[in-house]
């Protein structure tokens, strides 16, 4: 048996060396998961799916708003695609006092984009954020937006919001829809008391649904929107027929439109890549047509975080043609 003096056993050596490395370490592990967060939490921030955050909701008013709307879920029966559909439905502050019983307001549709549900732009979007605090500091008039639901469910097949392959979808909104409110809630039924956006797809349906219904929509928005048909709907949505896609592409038939265009605003991220060229071309020829026209390329992308901050823009907007 030897024995060593002047020196520690050698296990001793080796948990003394492991706890070095373990500190050494220690401060990695620790940031791993913090940066990880940190990042995810961000990018829930600011992209297309989603804009709530892990850090809190979003859907906060300023100090100054201290009067609320009310936002309901609704269902109802469309006759025109045979099926229950949902849509939730803002009602600005004061819409059941008795003193605003003979009241008629105003009515802004929101279309969802794809994937998407009738729950976009309140919980994303921030649409009924944006009307309570514009109503608080006298920017805007009364009015009820609507936001209905645009396919079978979030991540089902677009629809474009047309009458076509995947049902009578621009009918449910500009007849059975709009009926549904009107016979519901105190409205201005005509073109002067109605707007219609959307965003992306969304954008897309309103613009469509707006120019060739005036009669029915004094107000048309677009939020980086597109305004021709592409092969892939081409064929998803109008089975390969030309004829029916150029009929559903405001940027082919605008220019053959006669008459008073409804008002228009167009918002286009300047990192869209995709859509900003369409979207400026598409003001031009508004602009050609005298339309009356709010054109913003501003900085951001395809995403929630540039729609919801320019949602007051475009609800002041509408407010000033609307009545």
Known sequence: MKLQFGSKPRSEKVSKARKCRWKRWLPVIVAIPLLISLGVGGFVGYNYWEYRTFWGDPNVRPSDVTSFGTVETKTFDSEALGETMEYEIYLPPGYDDFWH???????????????????????????????????????????????????????????????????????????????????????????????????????????????????????????SGYFTVDEQDKENLFGGDQNLADANSPAIYLPQLEGVLPAVYLLIGQDDQRFLDENSKFAEELKSKGASLEFDSAPGRHSWDLWRGHMPEFLTFAGKYLR
Do not use: C
């Not at 608080?136 to 209905?148: E, K, W, Y």
């Not at 995947?166 to 009918?171: A, E, L, S, Y």
């Not at 016979?183 to 120019?211: D, F, K």
């Open 101 to 223: 019983r003979f009241t008629h307001y105003p009515v802004v549709y929101l279309l969802h984009g794809q994937p998407g549900t009738a729950d976009d732009f309140n919980s994303k979007g921030g649409a009924p954020d944006a009307m309570d605090t514009l109503l608080a500091r006298g920017q805007v008039q009364p009015m009820i937006v609507v936001m209905p639901q645009g396919s079978t469910s979030r991540f089902a097949p677009a629809t474009g919001y047309v009458d076509a392959a995947k049902g009578n979808w621009g009918t449910y909104i500009t007849q059975d829809l709009v009926n549904e409110i009107d016979s519901n809630y105190r409205t201005v039924q005509s073109a002067n008391g109605r707007a219609i956006a959307g965003n992306s797809e969304g954008g897309y349906g309103a613009m469509n649904l707006g120019l060739k219904n005036p009669s029915e929509f004094g107000v048309v928005g677009s939020f």
